[in-house]
């Protein structure tokens, strides 16, 4: 409008729009580079969501191979006389119930290691007093929704337990016990849970864990 002579030429009627606007005469009130960058995001928010989508599957494939693990090394274990009450086991001395011993011990050679929280402190309990190493959550922690257990969350209400999850049934007013625990191996199809568990013996399997009376939890970092 001005010709490369603004003093000449000066556009004071105001015939061409602002530029900041993002608009011409020329496109109908339309920048087609505006345009053109919204199309741009756009595609560019659409890429971002299937990765994010792919991103989500990846981690939930992790998780179920990781639960397919820890059922898998529980039933490898079957007959392992080391977690018997007789025998001594690291920390757990002779004439003890070795149950969350075992569990402990299966989920963390899986990759998955369970600690319990303590709530006045907000870090892991020792397995002894001035030790650096958290100690495994007892049966009847496992067993107690309210209980901290990093990564490992109760089921929710309609949930049905699966293979690889930890079941627990908590067993009050024993001094040596608080409970008894152990990992499912495999659910039939009508409901039935089979576990695996250290008992008196030693590791083998187990036909207590059964919904109407167990707790399960599930292996689901976040």
Not at 2 to 12: K, Q, R, Y
Not at 34 to 61: I, K
Not at 181 to 195: C, E, K, P, R, Y
Request: charged letters at 20%; hydrophobic letters at 35%.
């Amino acid at each position: 409008m001005v010709s490369d002579d603004p003093e000449s030429f000066a556009d004071l009627d105001g015939h061409i729009q602002q530029g900041s606007a993002g608009l011409s005469a020329e496109s109908g009130g339309i920048d087609p580079d505006t345009s053109q960058l919204h199309d741009a995001l756009g595609a560019a928010a659409g890429l971002t969501q299937n990765q994010q989508q792919a991103e989500a599957a990846r981690q939930q494939a992790q998780k179920q191979a990781t639960r397919d693990k820890i059922a898998s090394i529980a039933r490898g274990m079957k007959g392992d006389a080391s977690y018997a009450f007789g025998a001594k086991k690291d920390e757990f001395a002779s004439g003890t119930n070795k149950c969350n011993k075992f569990v402990g011990d299966v989920v963390k050679k899986a990759g998955a290691q369970a600690m319990v929280i303590d709530p006045k402190t907000g870090k892991p309990i020792p397995i002894a007093p001035g030790s650096t190493t958290p100690r495994p959550p007892t049966a009847g922690e496992w067993a107690d929704p309210k209980t901290n257990i990093p990564n490992w969350r109760p089921l929710n209400s309609g949930e049905s337990p699966e293979r690889g999850d930890v079941a627990a049934f908590a067993m009050p007013g024993h001094a040596s016990y608080t409970g008894h625990s152990g990992i499912v191996t495999s659910v039939d199809s009508n409901g039935t849970v089979h576990a695996m568990a250290a008992h008196g013996y030693g590791v083998g399997p187990d036909s207590a864990f059964q919904p109407s009376i167990a707790s399960f939890r599930r292996y689901d970092p976040q």
